[in-house]
């Protein structure tokens, strides 16, 4: 039997999937990202969590046939990660070799992408429909990410910036800063940082039950769901850009579904019929059959997806 791990690498935790041949998830763990010395620190301690669960099920580095691994950031053709904000690990890191020669098995694969990318893979490729073929993954949550499937291949891109859809520009006269250094994307809006200052620009004019709360996505979403005009007012301005966005994103890839995930997808068929109602008032041609439908993986989308990635040539 072969054996596989998906590695989701965050800014603050690390999650790993160990996979057999069979494609059957055999357990899953994670520990917190190594915060000094992190090229070194996290190569380390990947490869000995790797090699503690093998010994655990009485096995060794030899029925172990590939790593999988998600990066929160850019990562380029060749697998380098040239700079990545959320993860210190400085320019042109490359993270492959680094991999292979720790574990001095040259015959090991590796690869690596991006987690939002990524994520819509694993989604993809758990939703396993024969006949779907295109796919746009939204992830809303800190920000606004996402990954995009086209004739049942992910698309990456010339640099690595494939489906950077949150920074899709979308109101360029708002004046809101992005963590892109652009103006005006669309997760400047629906990004969490974004809803929050709506609701604070709203709540100087209007009366809301969020006044004395701390705002959160989640404060908002329910406080919407209770009828407050404000909340409802962000929650609104939310699943504009969304839908926006997707009509936007619909006119070059026609996708057959629109995945929704990220922690603010917890607020459910709610802002799915929300994004759903904005996106047929500017979806062109057919692309108004889109279905948007929640994500089914959760947290673990980003390391089922590098070991499907594992498993293509
Ligand atoms: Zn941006």
Do not use: W
């Not at 046939?65 to 890191?93: E, K, M, R």
């Not at 006119?251 to 996106?279: R, W």
């Amino acid at each position: 039997m072969k054996y596989y791990f998906g590695i989701d690498i965050g800014g603050t935790e690390i999650k790993f999937g160990f996979f057999d041949e069979t494609k059957r998830l055999i357990d899953t763990f994670k520990i917190l990202t190594p915060t000094e010395n992190i090229r070194e620190e996290l190569v380390n301690s990947i490869f000995l969590k790797v090699k503690e669960r093998l010994e655990k099920e009485k096995l060794t580095l030899d029925s172990l046939y590939g790593i999988g691994l998600t990066i929160p950031g850019p990562v380029n053709s060749a697998g380098i990660i040239i700079f990545c904000a959320n993860l210190n690990v400085g320019y042109d890191f490359d993270i492959v070799t680094a991999i292979k020669e720790k574990f001095n098995k040259p015959t090991l694969k590796v690869v690596v992408g991006n987690d939002a990318n990524l994520a819509a893979y694993g989604e993809y490729k758990i939703l396993a429909r024969s006949n779907l073929s295109n796919l746009v993954f939204i992830t809303l949550g800190t920000g606004v990410g996402g990954g995009v499937i086209v004739n049942k291949k992910l698309v990456t891109g010339f640099t690595g910036s494939a489906g950077e859809i949150g920074h899709m520009p979308y109101d360029l006269n708002n004046n809101r800063k992005c963590g892109c250094g652009g103006i005006g994307c669309v997760e400047t809006i629906a990004g969490t940082a974004g809803m929050i200052q709506t609701a604070n620009d709203l709540m100087k004019k209007e009366k809301s039950i969020m006044k004395d709360k701390t705002l959160t996505p989640k404060v908002i979403f329910d406080s919407a769901k209770e009828g407050d005009l404000v909340a409802l007012k962000v929650v609104d301005s939310v699943s504009q850009a969304i839908g926006y966005m997707a009509a936007t994103i619909a006119t070059i890839v026609d996708p057959e579904v629109f995945i929704i995930g990220g922690g603010v997808a917890q607020a459910g068929q709610f802002l799915l019929s929300k994004i759903n109602y904005h996106y047929q008032q500017v979806a062109r041609f057919e692309t108004t059959k889109a279905r948007f439908e929640l994500a089914k993986l959760g947290n673990d989308a980003g390391f089922y997806g590098a070991f499907y990635l594992l498993l293509e040539d």
